[in-house]
């Protein structure tokens, strides 16, 4: 009787560690969902940042000139960097990477889009990526906010699909 029950135990723990592995492989796919559905959401601000870093990118850098006269002579403040062009060449390397990053990201984001074949789909996503909100969206095509929900999860699994399928290849 107590081999029977240890069997049983055994049988309930190995269903419960596939069922683990079953969720595991399921995890890179839900990753990419929810990077892709964050991504959506943010467009609007990585637009907007952007340009402002577009625009800090043009400017020269302050504190650049020399000190001259009797400022020049003054000692210096305890715990400031001495060389400020490479201060500001690092500065400016950091945001030139963030800049590509933005940049890629925005572009993985409008071939995806043109991807999504159905009007509805792309009329939901394009209103998302315009920052619209939920049920303002639903209003606009004139559906129930159900039906808006079930569309809006079709077509954030086609941009996953669309945007991150290789990598989901690579790691399924």
Request: hydrophobic share 35%; glycine share 8%.
């Amino acid at each position: 009787m107590r081999d029977q029950k240890e069997k049983g135990q055994q049988k309930i723990v190995s269903a419960r560690k596939e069922g683990f592995v079953r969720l595991s492989e399921q995890a890179p796919i839900v990753e990419f969902l929810q990077k892709a559905e964050e991504e959506i959401r943010d467009y609007n601000y990585m637009q907007i940042e952007i340009v402002r870093i577009q625009r800090f990118l043009r400017e020269a850098g302050e504190g650049m000139v020399a000190q001259y006269g009797l400022d020049a002579g003054m000692p210096k403040g305890k715990g400031t960097t001495g060389d400020r062009t490479h201060a500001e060449v690092a500065r400016r390397e950091r945001k030139w990477k963030r800049l590509q990053k933005l940049q890629d990201k925005i572009e993985r984001i409008n071939q995806a889009v043109e991807t999504i074949p159905g009007e509805q789909e792309r009329l939901v996503v394009e209103a998302l990526l315009d920052g619209d909100k939920n049920n303002l969206i639903a209003k606009e095509i004139g559906v129930s906010r159900q039906r808006y929900y079930e569309i809006k999860r079709s077509a954030v699994m086609k941009m996953a699909w669309a945007m991150y399928g290789d990598q989901a290849q690579q790691t399924g």
